[in-house]
């Protein structure tokens, strides 16, 4: 059974720092991309960073120089560094875990619960 556990968030200020967390299990982790993606209120869900087997990143360009993702495969845990948060980071962060092959073929892709992240004075 496949469990990914988000956990970290918050309420924090204006200029203040969050780091997520994500546990997985059930899943070779190492062999797999691991994203944090958000939903704020009366939005779509919306990719946040990605990052590969191989540690590259990716970043939406909203958050680019303030969030850093990050994994450690021997604890089967990927991190999301949050700083400089700003009102609009707000929203329920979720962890996502994704296994494509070559070629293309989806081989497994799992959502956390999420984590309510506010940023608020």
């Known amino acids: 059974q496949v469990q990914l556990v988000e956990s970290g968030g918050g309420l924090v200020q204006p200029g203040g720092s969050l780091r997520l967390s994500c546990a997985a299990s059930?899943?070779?982790?190492?062999?797999?991309?691991m994203g944090w993606y958000r939903q704020a209120p009366g939005k779509q869900r919306e990719l946040v960073a990605t990052?590969?087997?191989?540690?590259?990143?990716n970043y939406a360009d909203s958050v680019k120089g303030r969030f850093t993702i990050s994994r450690d495969n021997g604890k089967n845990t990927a991190y999301l560094q949050m700083n400089s948060l700003k009102r609009e980071d707000t929203a329920v962060y979720y962890c996502?875990?994704?296994?494509?092959?070559?070629?293309?073929?989806?081989?497994?892709?799992?959502w956390g619960l999420g984590t309510q992240v506010t940023v608020s004075s």
């Open positions: 996502n875990a994704d296994l494509t092959l070559r070629g293309g073929i989806h081989a497994g892709n799992y």
């Open positions: 059930g899943i070779i982790f190492s062999s797999y991309t």
């Open positions: 990052i590969t087997r191989g540690g590259n990143t």
